[in-house]
Structures are given as structure tokens and as C-alpha cells.
């Protein structure tokens, strides 16, 4: 193989190559991203790999959400949802799978961290069946029972809750 491949091969796989090249961006979520939002989660969410959440939910909650987007089209997104005074959860977080390994994850974590740091709340936290990817990004596996009571809400709408095989995972803002 040559230098030159080499090199394109080590760019294309970066996500660096994806921000300055392909001019991937993180925003706020608006109206208009509601749709390719919702196909995201029910995407995964069918295999069972994340909560469904419909329509309505992610219209009620929209405040909540990122995405990232290349070209002027969505292929992540991701919600924080403040719990408490000291305590953020990172949640629906989705990369369409033509679009993963690319740093988009990454950049939608990092966004969603600098906006629990914004809001001044000081840990942040996921349930998930992707511990490894969240520990690669400064997040350590914790016990489910050490979150408080107020996160389960979500557990009341999951097939799963008495089978549950997330884990939690936070990080402590600095
Ligand atoms: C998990 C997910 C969000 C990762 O997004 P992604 O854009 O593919 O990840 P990135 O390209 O940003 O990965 C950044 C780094 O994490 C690593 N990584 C990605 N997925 C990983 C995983 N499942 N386990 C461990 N490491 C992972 C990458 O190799 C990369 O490492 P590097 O910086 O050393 O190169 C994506 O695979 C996804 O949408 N999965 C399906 C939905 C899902 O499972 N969501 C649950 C999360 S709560």
C-alpha cells in the first residue's frame, strides 16, 4: 500500500477528515429535524438497542436535543435532560449507520457535556448498552442503584424494566 493511500485511508476514518472535509456541525435541534430524529431512535429502537420515543415526545422535548449534521443533513443526535441540581442525563444518542466511526458520537457527547457544564450542573450520566464507547470518552461504569429515584421515570415506559441490561455510566464535569 502506498504513503498516499495510507494517508487517505487514516483521513477517511478520522473524524477530523468528517469536521474540516465534510463540514460536520452540531446544533440545537429544530422543528424541521423532528422527522429524520424520530427515524433515527425507531431505527434502533426496533433491534432493541434504545428506547423508542415517539413523535409527540420528541416535539414535547425538543429543548432537549442536539444533532449533528453534515451537508445539511441530520445523521445524529443526541438529548440532555437536567435531573437535579447536580445531575444531567445524555440520552437517545444516534448515529446513522452509514455515518458511525466518524466522530460523530464523540462530538454529540462533547456538545451535550458542554451544555450540562453550561447549565452549571456538575455530573453527567447515561444508562446504556454501549458502556465501552462512553468509557472511551472519560464516562466510568457506576452501580444503577447509586442514581436516584427520579431517573426511573423513563423505566415505567420500558418493555425491558424488569430485565433491565443497561449500565450506567457518569462523568463528573471539571
Ligand atoms: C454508539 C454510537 C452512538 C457511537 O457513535 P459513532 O459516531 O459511531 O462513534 P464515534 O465515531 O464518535 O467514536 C468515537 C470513538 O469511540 C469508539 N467507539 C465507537 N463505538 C464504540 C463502541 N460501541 N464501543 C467502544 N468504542 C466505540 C470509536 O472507535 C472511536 O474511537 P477512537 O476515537 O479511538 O477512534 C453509535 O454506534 C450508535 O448510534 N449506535 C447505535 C445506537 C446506540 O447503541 N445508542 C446507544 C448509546 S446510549
Known amino acids: 500500500m502506498t504513503d498516499e ?7 477517511l476514518q478520522n473524524h477530523i477528515f468528517w469536521v474540516i472535509f465534510c463540514g460536520m456541525k452540531t446544533q440545537n435541534a429544530t422543528v424541521n ?3 429524520t430524529i424520530y427515524s433515527l431512535i425507531s431505527h ?4 432493541d438497542k434504545m428506547l423508542f420515543r415517539s ?3 420528541i416535539f414535547d422535548n425538543l429543548q432537549m436535543f442536539s444533532v449533528a449534521e453534515i451537508d445539511g443533513k441530520v445523521v445524529g ?3 440532555l435532560q437536567v435531573i437535579w441540581a447536580d445531575l444531567a442525563e445524555i440520552k437517545s444518542l444516534a448515529v446513522a449507520d452509514e455515518y458511525q466511526n466518524k466522530g460523530i ?3 454529540l457527547v462533547e456538545k451535550a457535556v458542554e451544555q ?3 447549565l452549571g450542573v456538575k455530573k453527567v450520566f447515561a444508562l446504556t448498552l454501549e458502556p465501552a464507547f462512553f468509557e472511551k470518552h472519560g464516562f466510568a461504569i457506576v452501580n444503577k442503584k447509586t442514581l436516584p429515584m427520579k431517573v426511573w421515570s423513563d423505566c415505567a415506559k420500558c418493555t425491558k424494566q424488569d430485565n433491565c441490561d443497561e449500565t450506567a455510566v457518569e462523568k ?3
Open 5 to 11: 493511500l495510507r494517508l487517505g485511508m487514516f483521513l
Open 33 to 35: 429535524d423532528v422527522e
Open 44 to 47: 434502533y429502537a426496533q433491534f
Open 55 to 57: 413523535k409527540a415526545y
Open 77 to 79: 443526535c443526541c438529548a
Open 105 to 107: 458520537g464523540k462530538a
Open 116 to 118: 450540562a457544564k453550561n
Open 172 to 174: 463528573t464535569l471539571v
